[in-house]
């Protein structure tokens, strides 16, 4: 007899969600009550488990589809059994025990456990983070890990250290202006969809943070002369900012990307707009590949845009 893997109830208001990972695979044997799927929603993620035991035959709806509430994800088929155990190879060998030192325990101290003891949204989120599972403290039945004490042990960790140090992704092969896209899960698409309503819906304030400017300009002071003498122009504060601004885009990559239908592209080269008046108002031509390019090609650059744009001559590209 064939069980069939139906979506479940998701919540009010819920009416549909996405696949976001199956834990077994066709020709899998599964146990009743077994978690087989995980759903994604607006809101929550599920796990739909085996209403009986017996062999996954077929998975209806394949990862990162969408669904909704009563569509079959899958089939078990019942009659079929667990798999045989192979016959053990030569003569037995006789078990001899084994003394075990004795382990002590601290009191209170939640046990640790292995990746395999935590819950999928657990292990997910971990994955995500890159947060170790065998260090984190299981509170779940039997000691499972939960998404709960996944989150608790990354706030511990972030109160306990705040200066962390960050990873800057792979800088691409010259001449590489690559794109890499992100599919966007359900609950991000609501997220990117419900701020962009606020943006338009709603007054937006600016808000501005100082910054130190000293050593900059303590710099500029001592080498602007020999720079003008060397390059042929002045060294100003705009290389400065543009040469910041690619560092912090690649210290946090998700920031240089854009949004395109339910994709996110993380674009892997880095083009910096300069705000330029003039007489038809205020222009912003864009200095492209600005990571390859120096502080005197910068300024060079910035000179000639502005140039252009008092002469009315900037081109589409």
Do not use: C
């Amino acid at each position: 007899m064939a069980i069939k893997i139906v979506v479940p109830e998701l919540g009010e208001s819920v009416l549909e969600a996405t696949v976001s990972r199956w834990l077994k695979k066709e020709g899998d044997f599964v146990n009743a009550g077994e978690v087989l799927v995980e759903l994604e929603t607006d809101k929550v993620n599920l796990e739909v488990g085996a209403k009986g035991a017996g062999v996954l035959q077929k998975i209806s709806v394949a990862e990162g589809g969408d669904v909704k509430v009563g569509d079959v994800l899958g089939t078990i088929e019942e009659k079929a059994g667990a798999p045989k155990e192979a016959p053990p190879e030569g003569r037995p060998v006789e078990a001899k025990p084994v003394e075990k030192e004795p382990v002590q325990e601290t009191a209170g101290e939640a046990p640790r456990v292995s990746a395999a003891q935590a819950t999928p949204v657990a292990s997910r989120v971990a994955r995500e983070n890159n947060v170790d599972l065998s260090q984190v403290p299981g509170t779940g039945i039997e000691g499972r890990v939960t998404r709960a004490d996944v989150e608790q042990y990354m706030q511990g960790k972030t109160n306990g250290k705040r200066t962390q140090a960050v990873t800057v992704p792979r800088v691409p092969a010259s001449g590489d202006r690559s794109e890499e896209r992100v599919r966007m899960s359900r609950r991000r698409r609501t997220i990117a969809q419900r701020l962009l309503e606020a943006k338009q819906n709603t007054a937006m304030l600016t808000t501005f943070n100082e910054i130190d400017m000293t050593a900059v300009m303590d710099l500029r002071r001592r080498r602007n002369e020999e720079f003008q003498a060397k390059h042929g122009i002045k060294l100003g504060f705009s290389s400065f900012f543009v040469k910041a601004s690619v560092s912090a885009l690649k210290a946090f990559p998700q920031i240089n990307a854009e949004i395109a239908e339910d994709e996110i592209v993380l674009k892997h080269y880095y083009d910096i707009g300069m705000a330029v008046g003039s007489a038809e108002g205020l222009v912003v031509p864009v200095i492209r590949d600005a990571d390859r390019m120096s502080f005197a090609e910068i300024e060079k650059y910035i000179k000639d845009l502005v140039a252009k744009t008092d002469q009315g001559k900037l081109s589409i590209e």
